[in-house]
């Protein structure tokens, strides 16, 4: 394949790519950069911003009780994905997530999770205003 097509082929796998993202400024998008932060990352002070009410309250808690203990190129983070399940809006202010996970371990072994979150338009701007891990729904 030439130099050419190859570059064609990778542009338009780019916008293809490009296309399957949220608007990070939807309600979904928030969400998603939400959990992206909080658990595949596990960045909780990159993850406070997305949130509002009982949601920043949470995360500032774990802030608190992990203050002190550094997450860097030496912690073995576990491999965290995530599909969307199901989408519940309550209104035009409201939409509330259930996310399918799973949690790869560095070690070997796997287990899944759920997430719930809900979100909240404030102030023009769309928040997590709660989230709930969740077992793994049963196939």
Known sequence: ?????RRLLVAA????LAGCTPDP???RGVAEGFLDEHYVTMNLKAA?????????????????LVAGE????????????????????????????????????????S??????VNTRREDGAWRVSN?????AREP
């Open 1 to 5: 394949m030439c130099t050419a097509s």
């Open 13 to 16: 796998l780019l916008t293809a």
């Open 25 to 27: 400024d939807s309600a």
């Open 48 to 64: 406070l911003p997305y949130t509002t009410g009982l949601a920043r309250h949470k995360v500032q808690e774990e802030i608190d």
């Open 70 to 109: 550094e997450i860097d190129g030496g912690t073995m983070r576990p491999n965290v994905s995530y599909d969307l399940e199901e989408e519940r809006r309550e209104g035009e202010e409201r939409v509330t997530f259930l996310y399918a996970g799973t949690v790869k371990l560095k070690g070997g072994g």
């Open 111 to 116: 287990f899944g999770m759920s997430w719930l």
């Open 131 to 135: 989230f709930k891990e969740l077992p």
